[in-house]
């Protein structure tokens, strides 16, 4: 009974999910900002919890839990926190580069994205033709 209840939540979230992707495929004309995120993790966890799935439930809050301990520091105003947290691209290399906490500081920003960045140098953009 409780994979039926599950079911029946996670159908029109699916549904849901194929509308927007219909919509923000190239060229996108729906952006989900900071609301899709909310959406789409609490669905998750009501699902979850009330399909009684806790190890699944734990296994997807796993990495928000990481990068909550690696960005605690920024949190707590010990490293600057940068406007863009996100990596950019090297015109000169064509690969990505994590993003620095401040313009003029070489430490790099604290999230698990930033950090995968600088441990997989193999991540390359063709800056030529715009793919990036």
Known sequence: MNHAFSLLIM?????????YLN???YPA???????LPYYSGMTLAVAAMLGHFPKSLFLLMLPQLINFI???PQ???????PRHRLP????????????KV???????????LC??????????FNVNNKFY
């Open 88 to 99: 950019r691209v090297n015109p000169k290399t064509g690969f990505l580069r994590p993003s």
């Open 115 to 124: 950090l995968a960045v600088k441990w997989c140098k193999f991540v390359n």
């Open 23 to 25: 919509h923000n495929w």
């Open 102 to 112: 401040a313009p003029n500081d070489e430490r790099n920003n604290m999230t698990l």
């Open 70 to 72: 690696y960005s605690l």
């Open 75 to 81: 949190l707590f105003k010990i490293v600057p926190i």
């Open 11 to 19: 159908l029109p979230f699916i549904g849901t999910l194929l509308g």
């Open 29 to 35: 004309s729906v952006f989900g900002g900071d609301v």
